[in-house]
């Protein structure tokens, strides 16, 4: 049984986001039949899409986004037109030196309150996890707090998109294919930090680019994803014209090689995959055209993605030794296809993907098998699922890896039931962790291994919400009948000791919660 137990554990926490309190069934499953509960959710295509009410296109999401602003405009307007046509009331000399020294003082306050202004917007209303934080201005006594400001549309956006994700996460059985949602959805990634279109476009991108394709091919996924327009949009190949097009003649400007360079670099081959400079300039000479459909609606319906020859570079393309004849949008595509098919890019991807679920420096026997796999089926990622939880390897390494911040709060969530219906407090821990949902600093996703997320002040971190979850669920638990689902008979004597020995369920709870039993996987 101990020998059950422990391959159990490993199923949920290695595969998936660990098992659910109130749920013991997870852990009886996959004892039974380890490998084949995970599998399970491979045969569920159905679990990985996201479709539900509320949740709109990314066109529709694109359209809402231009009234926005055009709203936004509007009331801009409308005020500075009120401010021009009120009468002048400058202040007598005296007065008006007052009131210089006093905006000058007040000036000098106004860079922290911008930054927590920009903290709470970068994660939705109350970004916060500090529970009863309280304002930089103590209010007065009797005086009335400010109300709050109502979100909008692509705050409510965010947070709708954001709480799909975390219920799905949290309400599913083992969780195998919400972790290669999160997986492809950080390999292909884009930043919700570069505007208003690509918050409002965050989750939808997920939705539409990764997760119909997450059982799928890796070509069809690099094709939905690099003619996103949130893609487009996050690495400027809406800027990108031909030299020689008729609107780069026109508008006297060139390439603009984001996106081939990432494709290359981070989406496919990899650094060290064959490729050269030459040939990121002509993969950015050939998806050209590549845009998509603005607020006027000139070449499509706003936000679709289109093809417009008239910034498409023309005639053939040299790329990776092969020429590609103009054939307008089909030649990005075929350039696609082929260099899905490359091998670095079989390489590239089956290192990665071991190194998310098994070790920072995963067994080699492992990533040739992943590999060959990749390779053999035409980029089946299906098969790389499975031929992942078939090796013996990926089951026989020690559980050295940490949980990301991300994968930390959703387990926590889960040991403890704890569904939301909205997702403050698991934005705010994003924020706080360094791992804010959909907003990773750069085009190459959020780091995957230990010295990312080990770090001391990481830790620390963990350790205040860990403290705040405790205080707030804490005397509702009992922690040492919550350490049989994290651990069972695998919890170490110190850890048992260390539980046993809190002095309140709340402190035990904290305890548990950053134990190495938890934290590892």
Not at 60 to 72: G, I, M, W, Y
Not at 361 to 368: H, K
Not at 475 to 494: I, K, Y
């Amino acid at each position: 049984m101990a020998r059950d137990s422990r391959s159990a554990l490993m199923a949920l926490n290695r595969f998936g986001f660990g098992a659910r309190g109130g749920a013991s069934g997870d852990l009886l499953n996959a004892a039974s039949d380890p490998r084949g509960f995970v599998k399970s959710e491979l045969n569920r295509p159905n679990t990985v899409r996201l479709e539900l009410p509320g949740l709109q296109t990314t066109p529709l999401l694109a359209q809402a986004v231009f009234a926005f602003q055009d709203e936004q405009k509007a009331k801009r307007e409308a005020a500075a037109k009120t401010a021009s046509a009120a009468p002048d009331t400058a202040p007598p000399a005296a007065d008006a030196k007052r009131q210089s020294s006093s905006i000058t003082g007040a000036a000098t306050e106004m860079p922290g309150k911008m930054s927590a202004m920009e903290t709470q917007d970068k994660g939705g209303a109350n970004a916060s996890m500090q529970s009863g934080e309280k304002s930089s201005e103590p209010l007065q006594p009797n005086a009335a707090k400010p109300p709050a400001q109502p979100l909008n549309v692509i705050q409510k956006t965010y947070r709708a998109e954001a709480l799909a994700r975390l219920q799905r996460a949290l309400i599913s059985d083992c969780g195998f294919t919400e972790r290669l949602v999160t997986f492809w959805s950080n390999h292909f990634c884009i930043s919700a930090n570069k505007g208003e279109l690509a918050r409002i476009w965050a989750g939808s991108f997920e939705r539409e680019a990764i997760r119909p394709h997450v059982l799928g091919r890796f070509s069809d996924m690099l094709k939905a994803v690099e003619q996103h327009p949130a893609m487009l949009f996050f690495l400027d190949n809406q800027q990108s014209l031909g030299p020689d097009s008729r609107a780069g003649q026109n508008r006297k400007r060139g390439l603009n090689e984001n996106l081939a360079r990432e494709i290359m670099e981070l989406h496919t081959l990899g650094v060290g995959g064959g490729y050269t400079q030459d040939d990121v300039t002509s993969l950015a000479r050939i998806i050209t055209g590549w845009t998509f459909a603005g607020r006027q609606g000139q070449l499509g319906a706003p936000g679709t993605f289109v093809f417009n020859e008239n910034a498409h570079q023309p005639g053939p393309q040299h790329l990776l030794g092969k020429v590609y004849a103009d054939t307008g949008l089909a030649q990005g595509e075929a350039a696609l296809a082929d260099i899905a098919r490359h091998p670095s890019t079989a390489k590239f991807i089956a290192t990665k993907f071991a190194r998310h679920f098994v070790a920072d420096d995963p067994p080699q026997a492992l990533v040739a098998r992943l590999q060959e796999a990749f390779r053999k089926s035409d980029g089946d990622l299906r098969l790389l699922a499975t031929t992942l939880v078939d090796s013996d390897e990926a089951w026989r390494a020690p559980p050295t890896k940490i949980r990301s911040p991300y994968e930390y709060l959703v387990a926590a969530g889960r040991l403890l039931a704890q569904i939301p219906d909205e997702p403050s407090r698991y934005l705010g821990g994003l924020n706080l962790l360094g791992q804010p949902l959909w907003t990773p600093a750069g085009p190459n996703g959020f780091p995957d291994t230990n010295a990312a997320w080990a770090a001391p002040e990481g830790m620390k971190l963990r350790l205040d919400i860990a403290a705040q979850i405790a205080s707030r669920l804490g005397d509702n638990v009992d922690p040492r009948e919550l350490l049989e689902l994290v651990a069972a008979d695998a919890a170490s004597a110190e850890t048992r000791r260390t539980i046993e020995r809190a002095e309140t369920r709340q402190q035990a709870l904290a305890l548990l919660l950053m134990s190495p039993e938890f934290q590892r996987r």
